[in-house]
């Protein structure tokens, strides 16, 4: 089963708009001969109207770290994945940050997933087990849990819209990932094995699952060799027009696009 390659970049609360549009020109040039790889950037909620406008007709998606469940209501500081929608391809939900900053629960996460997918976009749904969980032996358990509890009620059908990024948060931003083979390992057994069990081999196997933590073009090439990883999600090395498109251009050689 071949599945496209996605590398997506998480600017979490960098780059102001005119920075942002800046830097996708320039990236979207340097990134033209890897299309097979399908690229994905998010910006901040407030430069997402001028990049978007900025990649009209680019071969560079554009994602938004998050979406509220609702379409409208008093929900201060909020945005709807209805709002989004004519801006962006995906949502990135369920990010570690937003779970410890913003008490993001996996329930809420469900109720995200539902709502984007209705309105026609795709999620990128982030899972991963702290550092005293993988310590402890928990993170087979605990990526379960949080796979199964993100897609209660998803159909087989909107599964074709949905990416999993599997993320263990004591490799996000501390330049300590997880090897290729412990990564990939977690991500068949915790992930795909789970969509199995939940759906059929065949939404499965079509699945696109990512890793993520510290990815940089010096390791790009170990996750990229894993059989079930899929792409990345990338946070610190995709803020440089030069790391970012490396990586890219790794994931199609390794993945042989
Ligand atoms: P990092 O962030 O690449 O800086 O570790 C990854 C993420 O938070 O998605």
Redesign the pocket.
């Known amino acids: 089963m071949s599945r496209t390659p996605i590398i997506a970049g998480?600017w979490?609360m960098h780059k102001s708009p005119k920075v942002a549009v800046a830097f996708v020109q320039e990236l979207a040039s340097m990134i033209q001969p890897y299309d097979k790889v399908e690229r994905v950037v998010a910006p901040t909620f407030l430069a997402l109207g001028s990049v978007a406008a900025a990649l009209e007709g680019a071969a560079l998606k554009v994602a938004s770290q998050d979406a509220h469940w609702e379409e409208s209501g008093a929900y201060t500081s909020q945005v709807s994945a209805a709002m989004l929608q004519p801006l962006v391809d995906y949502v990135i939900i369920g990010?570690?940050?937003c779970r410890a900053f913003l008490n993001e629960t996996d329930e809420n996460v469900n109720k995200k997933a539902h709502a984007i997918l209705a309105c026609g976009l795709q999620a990128i749904i982030?899972v991963g087990e702290s550092l005293e969980q993988n310590e402890a032996g928990e993170t087979v358990e605990f990526v379960r849990s949080q796979v199964s509890a993100a897609l209660e009620g998803i159909s087989a059908e909107d599964m074709r819209r949905v990416v999993i990024?599997y993320?263990p948060i004591w490799?996000?931003?501390?330049g300590r990932?997880a090897s290729g083979e412990q990564a990939d390992e977690i991500i068949k057994s915790a992930v795909r094995d789970t969509v199995r069990a939940l759906y059929d081999d065949a939404v499965a196997d079509a699945l696109r699952i990512q890793y993520?933590?510290?990815?940089?073009p010096g390791n790009m090439e170990e996750f990229m060799s894993q059989p079930n990883i899929d792409g990345a999600?990338?946070?610190?090395?995709?803020l440089q027009a030069d790391d970012f498109a490396a990586l890219i251009e790794i994931a199609s050689r390794v993945k042989g696009m």
């Not at 993520?212 to 940089?216: I, M, Y």
């Open positions: 998480n979490k990010h570690s940050e982030a990024a993320e490799a996000i931003g501390t990932s993520g933590g510290s990815v940089k999600l990338v946070g610190g090395a995709s």
